[in-house]
T-cell receptor, first 113, second 119 residues
Framework: EAGVAQSPRYKIIEKRQSVAFWCNPI?????LYWYQQILGQGPKLLIQ????????DSQLPKDRFSAERLKGVDSTLKIQPAKLEDSAVYLC???????????FGQGTRLTVV | AQSVTQLGSHVSVSEGALVLLRCNYS??????LFWYVQYPNQGLQLLLK??????LVKGINGFEAEFKKSETSFHLTKPSAHMSDAAEYFC?????????????????FGQGTILTVHP
């Protein structure tokens, strides 16, 4: 079974530029999560989707971050404009439904310079 | 609000020694608790979970954890460390689902504990 796929693996951008991350969940998984993991900290939930609808985006900095899952399958997370403090690993996770195990991708490491 | 505290950001043990990683939680609802392992440049892998059944939970790779409600703890142990156990470990507590019930993926994580195993 293929796992959660994320791309790119690494990205370096200058502050004030924009960037997008892509996630393809495990086939058939309805629930998708984006987490931000700053170096030395545990992951922090940014947004949760159920199919193509947003369930919880209370911790998403909406002035610069956006996410979508238009067809209820893959998802993109965008930052515009990026700040230095956005440097982190962005993890995507998916689960069959909300009360089943979540599987994590390898993440995208973003460095903002 | 949920919170998790992992005592000790770094733990070092000798190969063959007991591994003990500490986790205390705070939760406004009966918690589900999880331990994840993260190897360098990898995603998170679930080691074990507590979902209100048996308080002693066994996971993969010989790890186990005991839920102690009175102490609000969920410490992770392994009787004998192996070099391959060197990684970062995260304790997490489930957040309430917006739809009611409990979410396995909507989690509040601790800050992590880096385990080093010496030969």
């Amino acid at each position: 079974e293929a796992g959660v796929a994320q791309s790119p693996r690494y990205k370096i951008i200058e502050k004030r530029q924009s960037v997008a991350f892509w996630c393809n969940p495990i086939s058939g998984h309805a629930t998708l999560y984006w987490y931000q993991q700053i170096l030395g900290q545990g992951p922090k939930l940014l947004i949760q989707f159920q199919n193509n609808g947003v369930v919880d985006d209370s911790q998403l900095p909406k002035d610069r971050f956006s996410a979508e899952r238009l067809k209820g399958v893959d998802s993109t997370l965008k930052i515009q404009p990026a700040k230095l403090e956005d440097s982190a690993v962005y993890l995507c996770a998916s689960s069959f439904v909300e009360n089943t195990e979540a599987f994590f991708g390898q993440g995208t490491r973003l460095t903002v310079v | 609000a949920q919170s998790v505290t992992q005592l000790g950001s770094h733990v070092s043990v000798s190969e063959g020694a007991l591994v003990l990683l500490r986790c205390n939680y705070s939760s406004s609802v009966p918690p589900y608790l999880f331990w994840y392992v993260q190897y360098p440049n990898q995603g998170l892998q679930l080691l074990l979970k507590y979902t209100s059944a048996a308080t002693l939970v066994k996971g993969i790779n010989g790890f186990e954890a005991e839920f102690k409600k009175s102490e609000t703890s969920f410490h992770l142990t392994k009787p004998s460390a192996h070099m391959s156990d060197a990684a970062e470990y995260f304790c997490a507590v489930s957040d309430p689902s917006n739809a009611g019930g409990t979410s396995y993926g909507k989690l509040t994580f601790g800050q992590g504990t880096i385990l080093t195993v010496h030969p």
